[in-house]
Nanobody, 116 residues
Framework: QAQLEESGGGSVQAGGSLRLSCAAS????????MEWYRQAPGLEREFVAR??????????MYADSVKGRFTISRDNAKNTVYLQMNNLQPEDTAMYYC???????WGQGTQVTVSS
């Protein structure tokens, strides 16, 4: 059974950085398209970033709002997907979720709070 577990959220000041982790079990992330989403209070869940299965081009893509600040990556040995978030802004405050779109698997989320 596929499972996703996010971690790494926290509270930072504007301009700070965080790295989110999504540990996968029950499948191999190398062979899977993986995504990060976020949901702020009162708003709909929105797409943040995607990393395609190894060998697929393009390798990754980003929402315009995070392009140049966030980087999605994968550690095959740890079967984990990461989201490196730099220059965080208050509008990045949200619950962040990891997703395996092929089977619509979701993690429980990790909270990111950015203060000005």
């Amino acid at each position: 059974q596929a499972q996703l577990e996010e971690s790494g959220g926290g509270s930072v000041q504007a301009g700070g950085s965080l790295r989110l982790s999504c540990a996968a079990s029950g499948f191999i992330v190398t062979h899977s398209k993986m995504e990060w989403y976020r949901q702020a209070p009162g708003l709909e869940r929105e797409f943040v970033a995607r990393i395609n299965a190894q060998g697929i081009i393009p390798g990754s893509m980003y929402a315009d709002s995070v392009k140049g600040r966030f980087t999605i990556s994968r550690d095959n040995a740890k079967n984990t997907v990461y989201l490196q978030m730099n220059n965080l802004q208050p509008e990045d405050t949200a619950m962040y979720y990891c997703r395996r779109p092929a089977y619509d698997n979701w993690g429980q989320g990790t909270q990111v709070t950015v203060s000005s």
